[in-house]
């Protein structure tokens, strides 16, 4: 620690259309920012093409932050590396296994296909029962077999996966310290080191994921590290995890799993921060991109965080993660009449390339960003003049592709595909707050992404939000979150013992090996931290019951008969039911360790001299905007330019660098000290 020179720091996150650069200057205040085409082929391309385009000087840098969706990607597109697994006799199909679920509410099938074949899964003789016991030694002579016979079916990564490791992980340590000897490289996973969790499938699920996804990362950081080398960059690289906290490239590809919804988190914490420095903590984050659209809660500016996040259908990777839900609802996503008739949007996507029509790339479907387009809230001359795009060009197609078999004009089925996506993204906002007990009109919407602020009012108002946090750089918020993200290492250890059969110190105890193992960690990083926390809280179920409850404590050192009231607490309070007559039972200990980065001042995110002084000089001209079946002619502002105080009414709109922000009729605006601009939303029409 300490060896960061407090200077020039960088954060970058990738995302499916863009990749983002923040560069800030903690000495001056001075910032760089670039918004690029991501590379999916390589991401490490868009990476080192932002910095080249915000002319950042590699040598100069102290710190890289990266926010990367490269194991995301690798999951839900299938594309990962060979692996195999070695498990208890008996046991081979853990994985497929699963749980009685389904992937639809009305349907008794659903397709499932395990990371790792069967082939790929072997079986040793051991095992240990449920309470740590050893009841049949581990066979190394077969242990060796399986790995040479995984090594000759072209196996990259390994999976030690035995049953009951959560309760006594000698023998799956032991087998590490084994295939040491044999595998010819590092990408050696043992599932109780991912996860101490009693439940099998999940716990193989999490270590098969992070194995097939490990050499997958580790080539990309080795590529992406080389670069920035070759370019002066002599410095260590951090990454975002999926839990919002930072992790050295060196070490982050040992738990490659916690980098799965990297990119998302970052903009999750980018939005806590603000939040809090705004008087703001209680959030309901909104991140809308070119792909997807992202939502995430916030209390008391700390982001939610599950181990409970299932990224696929029979995909539970449980390791603690924000809980951000997505939908394919982006400014790229493509509007089509199915065959019975009616109109859909999303989930495919025109991406980056060739993107939506109006980015001239040699788009043809149909987007959410051609709609707003041609409703006048996006600004024509500043998309339409690539490619021998022109509206009329877009207009055509919507007439023809969605307005002819709809019966709509062309402008019609443009307001149709804004609707239906508003509906979608409203959707998944709900199953963030509503679901869980949280009444939306509690929260503020933080609205960011390229195309959040389009359509926060619209979804505010809907959800009857009364306020909208629109920051200073919505459009490239994510690489924010990467500069601002603190350290942080989250620890889970499965107890699965009543509340009244808990021993006086029992939880205490592991709370302090995890909080000295946490400490021990980040005494590892190079980065300087201005202090410690520590979060407390235990995974709570009454006995019979499948489903868990999460306890936040105050304190590590708890009694016994305050834990179950605590739990009984929350259980009413999520589902209004008490269930006093039956045991209570604890079944995870969780710990988080977060070392608190130095604070940054983000009001210089807009430079404080290309403010003007009154808000008509920060006008730039008017454009006619459908609202409705209305047309207003609105007025349209350069918010660089915008007093730090303003204050205006809808409809209006507000452009910039990253994004754009559209004020409804009947909303009003008002701007804070720290460059962020607060929509209050009006009564609905």
């Known amino acids: 620690m300490g060896q960061e020179r ?65 194991t995301t990607n690798a999951v839900l597109e299938r594309k990962l590396s060979r692996t ?24 008794m099938t659903g397709q499932f296909t395990p990371l790792i074949p069967r082939d790929l ?22 242990l060796r077999t399986a790995a040479q016979t995984l090594l000759d079916a072209g196996c990259e990564a390994v999976v030690v996966h035995f049953l009951h490791a959560y309760a006594n992980p000698a023998h799956e340590q032991r087998a590490g310290a084994v295939l040491a000897e044999i595998w010819p490289n590092s990408h050696i996973t043992l599932g109780h080191a991912i996860l101490q969790e009693s439940r099998e499938f999940e716990r193989g699920v999490t270590a098969a994921v992070n194995a097939s996804v490990q050499p997958i990362l580790d080539r990309y950081l080795r590529r992406l590290t080389e670069s920035l080398a070759k370019g002066g960059y002599d410095r260590d690289v951090l990454v975002m995890n999926g839990n919002g906290g930072m992790v050295s490239s060196r070490f982050v590809a040992q738990e490659a799993a916690k980098t799965v919804m990297s990119g998302p988190a970052s903009g999750v914490m980018a939005a806590a921060y603000t939040g809090r420095i705004a008087g703001m903590p209680d959030l309901l984050t909104y991140d809308m991109g070119g792909t997807s659209t992202d939502v995430a809660l916030v209390r008391n500016a700390e982001p939610a965080v599950s181990n409970e ?116 993204m409203a959707g998944a906002i709900r199953m963030v707050s509503l679901s869980l007990g949280a009444d939306p009109r509690d929260f503020a919407l933080f609205a960011f992404g390229g195309a959040g602020p389009l359509h926060a009012a619209s979804l505010a108002r809907e959800l009857g939000v ?18 601002v ?16 059969a808990l021993a006086d110190t029992q939880l205490a105890d592991i709370f302090a090996a995890q909080k000295a193992e946490g400490e021990r960690l980040i005494a590892k990083e190079r980065v300087e931290i201005r202090g410690l926390r520590h979060l407390y809280s235990v995974d709570m179920q009454f006995v019979g019951q499948t489903h868990l409850l999460r306890v936040d404590l105050e304190t590590p050192e708890i009694d016994n008969a305050s834990l179950r009231e605590l739990f009984e607490i929350a259980y009413f309070r999520r589902f209004r ?46 454009r006619k905007v459908r609202f409705g079946s209305d047309i207003h002619d609105t007025p349209i502002y350069w918010r660089d330019h915008l007093p730090l105080d303003v204050a205006l009414d809808g409809p209006a709109i507000i452009q910039q660098m990253d994004t754009t922000l559209l004020i409804e009729p009947g909303d009003t605006a008002k701007g804070d000290e720290h460059g962020n601009i607060i929509l209050h939303v009006g009564a609905p029409a």
């Open 121 to 142: 899964r072997l079986e040793v003789p051991e095992r240990t029962d449920a309470a740590g016991q050893i009841v049949t030694p581990l066979d190394e002579d077969a």
């Open 6 to 70: 407090s200077g020039l720091v960088a954060g970058v996150d990738v995302g499916g259309t863009f990749t983002d650069l923040l560069q800030l200057d903690q000495t001056t205040g001075a910032v760089r920012i670039a918004k690029v085409p991501s590379t999916p082929e390589n991401q490490a391309f868009g990476v080192m093409n932002a910095l080249t385009e915000a002319d950042c000087e590699l040598a100069a840098l102290d710190l890289i932050v990266h926010g990367t969706t490269t």
């Open 309 to 424: 996040i299932e990224i696929e259908y029979a995909m539970p990777i449980h390791v603690p993660m924000v809980d951000v839900r997505t939908v394919g609802a982006g400014g790229g996503s493509i509007a089509r009449v199915n065959a019975a008739g009616l109109l859909e949007v999303g989930p495919q996507s025109a991406g980056a390339d060739p993107g939506p029509i109006c980015y001239g790339r040699g788009g043809t479907e149909p987007t959410i960003s051609d709609a707003n387009l041609l409703l006048g809230r996006l600004d024509p001359g500043r998309l339409a003049v690539k490619g021998g795009v022109t509206l009329q060009t877009v207009e055509e197609i919507f007439a023809e592709r969605l307005g002819r078999p709809l019966g709509l004009t062309a402008h019609e089925a443009a307001q149709a595909v804004v609707q239906l996506a508003n509906t979608t």
């Open 485 to 500: 993200a603190d350290l942080r290492h989250d620890f889970v250890q499965t107890i699965n013992t009543p509340v009244d």
């Open 466 to 483: 009364p306020r909208v946090l629109v920051p200073s750089r919505p459009g490239i918020t994510n690489a924010i979150g990467c500069v």
């Open 577 to 622: 039911v008490e269930l006093s007559e039956i045991r209570a039972n604890v079944v995870n200990a969780n710990c988080s360790v977060i070392g608190a980065r130095v604070p940054l001042d983000l009001s210089t995110l807009i430079d404080p001299s290309g403010r003007k002084p009154t808000l008509s000089d920060a006008q730039t001209g008017t």
């Open 84 to 107: 195999g697994l070695i498990t208890t006799q008996g046991f081979r199909d853990v994985l497929e296994l699963g749980r009685r679920t389904r992937p639809q509410a009305y349907g």
